[in-house]
């Protein structure tokens, strides 16, 4: 893969969850930050397997992926990543999604592991 490859590749996941982000009912993604927000806030893994399972049908596939990527943007920083799991939609076909722990118990449990600021 070249790097003209990954950039166009990045380009286009970018402008897939842009569009279902500008799609999607406002209250629904305000549900979604909040399932995140609890999902930080619990000091337990979680992934968006975990959020789809506590919001309201988001009306896009790619509604979720975009807000918990949003979400690991953000600074100060409010998750890290601590591993993989398979994704449970039939769609994806079991397909790795990250696993997120909120920064708080992030800290707790990885002490001497850097954070980015």
Do not use: F
């Amino acid at each position: 893969m070249t790097a003209a490859d990954l950039a166009a590749g990045q380009a286009a996941r970018d402008e897939g969850m842009a569009a279902a982000v500008h799609a999607a009912d406002p209250r629904v993604i305000l549900a979604i930050d909040a399932a995140i927000a609890r999902a930080n806030a619990s000091a337990r893994p979680w992934s968006a397997n975990t959020i789809r399972k506590a919001c309201p049908e988001p009306g896009s596939q790619g509604l979720i992926g975009a807000r918990v990527r949003a979400a690991a943007s953000r600074r100060p920083v409010e998750q890290m990543p601590v591993g993989y799991e398979p994704s449970d939609l039939p769609s994806t076909h079991a397909h790795p999604i990250r696993v997120w722990l909120g920064v708080e118990a992030y800290r707790a449990a990885y002490p001497n592991r850097p954070i980015p600021e």
